[in-house]
């Protein structure tokens, strides 16, 4: 692995940029609906939440979307194909603060802010969801991939409309 | 031009600064309305659309805006300079995800959603307009400019008051 | 103070990501609510302004906000905790197209676009107040602090439920 980017010795700028190129990809690959490539942004075992906040903050365990391996990813991705009881839609996610925590076993620790806008057939664009990143980030294979990343969104209503990942 | 960057050489981080300096002073400069400048980001020979992404994807001709010059895009300004039948209202562009796809004939390629909010006199700001551009990019005179810029947007609906640039 | 990053000396790319580490640490205290950590975001002797664009671009002096001295700041953090009579909310704040505009008299100048959303008990998210920071930004004790910071909103109307900082 000589030619693996040497993560763990970056400097924080190094760090930041090699986050935002991330992020970029990872939003990338879900605006632009390349749902078969959202399974790769996570190592094989990991956990994939979307949780509203104030359940984040009391410890409550209940979560809106709950993927505990790489495997149920792959199994809402077939989901999301196959089923068609919803109204197609549009969902643009904007990134930002990204902030990086340190690493902690083994783990880059980082925050960041998110945005996602929905936009239906004949509507206006609206604000869908907006929460923060909680991301742990494992070094896998020479790139980085999420080993835990965690939803926590404002609101404490559950959209009824949660079908793409965020 | 030895003084020029030599942006063939640098590494995409170096890039991804230069992107995000080229995209901050872009929406500066619309989100200030010194529509004046706005020309300035752009080649003499190129290409600025606004578009539906249904018509983007299907490959429809249809565009909401079509500027094929250079010069166009300065007739716009002087129309959104000499119009006064809209109300006034002020635009706030905000970028994120951007994403480099490499060079390709001499053009840099890039992705990068915005979204952009509305404020009109006496009413609260909405969500005006969410999409991506989709620019290839040159060096021209030893910076940076827009070969062609398409900002396909995510609503079916064409805003009727799409007055300023994206 | 040798181990005081240069600043002043730092590459236009280099202070790019100082910024973006500062805005995301700062939008970051504020999203979390970590209120009292707030003051220590600027100098001693700063100027922390909320204003509406019009009144901005006119001169004129009222601002919704107002606070002369990091003093004020922590006044204003503990009538924040101690008052009650607002319904609880989260406001997420995005920041986009940060500008460095240059040293002047010992002071990076400095821009940036904000957005951020509003969500309160049993509602969606909705686009609180998007702006402008204007911001002049100095080194304090060998990192970066805000020594002028105005929060020009592009809104005419005063938000009524403006309790939180941007």
């Known amino acids: 692995m000589g030619a ?3 993560y ?3 400097t924080p700028q190094q ?3 090699e986050l935002e190129e991330l992020y970029a990809d990872y939003t990338g690959c879900l605006d632009e609906e390349r749902f078969e490539d959202w399974p790769g942004f996570f190592v094989e075992k990991c956990l994939y939440e979307i ?3 104030e359940n984040f903050e009391r410890g409550l365990p209940l979560a809106t979307w709950l993927c505990e391996s790489k495997g149920y990813l792959e199994d809402r991705v ?3 194909r196959k ?3 919803y109204a197609p839609r549009t969902i643009r996610r904007m990134v930002s603060a990204i902030r990086i925590l340190g690493w902690k076993d083994e783990l880059l620790e980082a925050r960041a802010s998110y945005a996602a806008f929905e936009t239906l057939p004949d509507e206006l664009t609206r604000v869908f969801n907006v929460g923060q990143y909680h991301d ?5 294979d020479g790139r980085l991939r999420f080993k835990e990343k965690i939803c926590v969104f404002d609101s404490l209503l559950v959209p009824n409309s949660l079908i793409y990942p965020l």
Request: charged share 20%.
């Open 83 to 85: 089923t068609s009881v």
């Open 15 to 17: 760090l930041r940029l």
């Open 78 to 80: 077939v989901a999301i």
């Open 136 to 140: 742990r980030i494992a070094v896998d």
């Open 8 to 10: 763990r010795s970056m």
């Open 51 to 53: 949780v509203p906040r």
């Open 4 to 6: 693996a980017p040497a």
